[in-house]
């Protein structure tokens, strides 16, 4: 059977647990199997990409399989091929398919007509990969106990603020999210991990207050203010910079506390360069950590 991974609801609980615990076998050497020996991966890829595109194309490369990176702007795409007819040619060419752009709706639209494996790697509404590896980054300091800890999202509502919503459900977590009024995430997203809580016994808290949010909080999450796909807006800037993540804001979270940026950081707006550079070794595990849990991912989708 086909699988895809557009959102992160395509996968259960127990499956998101299986990719986690799998993440860290591979992460400390005790899988390396060749999953992906003898298939090829199109990544399709419409804007920048630093963490993604290297991440992804190292997994596949290391599980055997060989990476085929394809800019947007190269392919019939750029010149009003259908959606379609780029997914169904695809579909006759290689094993599977990974997607980065801007838009959501495209990347239904390739995944209703494709006949291999479709993976989100960043829309404008979700970034699935992103945040299953942050959630291998927390489990990798707190074990089973990560369901225990309180983790702060302040900042933009946007894709990763949804997903996130959606990680609390599906692996029942604490989450309190801030955002101003305007820029709250998605109400589907907050839904779909709503539902999601009521089976895993996870929890989602919104408030305007990021320190409320913040307070006793072992985990602070942010991301950049303006996204790829979004014209810089004074206004929506005026109204973040009580979201910022700076040594005030932290006065007010545990101690101990992690502070995770899913990067490229905008040092000196939605964090301040003291308080990412104290915490920088963590950020950059968690980049780092991007290859692990998606080749944890790729296992999954290909071999189990």
């Not at 963490?51 to 055997?64: D, H, K, P, Y």
């Not at 702007?73 to 780029?86: F, H, V």
């Amino acid at each position: 059977m086909i699988r895809h991974f557009i959102d992160l609801w395509d996968i259960t609980p127990e499956e998101g647990w299986q990719i986690i615990k799998d993440a860290l076998r591979i992460k400390a050497g005790e899988d390396r199997e060749k999953y992906l020996l003898g298939k090829n991966i199109a990544l399709i890829f419409t804007k920048p990409s630093t963490r993604t595109r290297i991440s992804f194309e190292v997994a596949i490369n290391q599980l055997g399989g060989n990476a085929i990176f394809l800019q947007e702007n190269n392919l019939q795409l750029s010149r009003g091929e259908d959606i379609k007819d780029t997914a169904r040619t695809l579909s006759r060419y290689v094993d599977g398919v990974i997607i980065r752009t801007s838009s959501h709706s495209m990347l239904e639209e390739f995944t209703k007509y494709s006949s291999v494996n479709v993976i989100n790697a960043l829309t404008d509404k979700s970034h699935p990969c992103q945040v299953l590896s942050d959630v291998f980054t927390l489990y990798e300091v707190f074990g089973e106990d990560i369901r225990n800890i309180k983790i702060a999202y302040v900042g933009d509502g946007n894709n990763v603020c949804n997903t996130w919503l959606v990680a609390a459900g599906l692996f029942g977590l604490k989450l309190f999210v801030s955002t101003p009024e305007g820029y709250e995430p998605s109400s589907y997203y907050y839904q779909a991990g709503e539902d999601l809580c009521k089976i895993t016994g996870g929890s989602i808290y919104l408030t305007p207050n990021p320190v409320d949010a913040v307070k006793d909080a072992q985990v602070v999450y942010t991301d950049v203010w303006v996204s790829m796909n979004q014209n810089r807006d004074e206004e929506k800037i005026k109204k973040l910079k009580a979201y910022q993540v700076n040594s005030e804001l932290l006065k007010h979270a545990h101690r101990d506390v992690k502070v995770m940026h899913c990067l490229p950081a905008n040092k000196g707006e939605e964090i301040t360069e003291d308080i990412f550079e104290a915490h920088a070794d963590f950020i950059f595990t968690q980049a780092e950590n991007r290859l692990h849990a998606q080749k944890a991912l790729l296992k999954f989708l290909y071999y189990i």
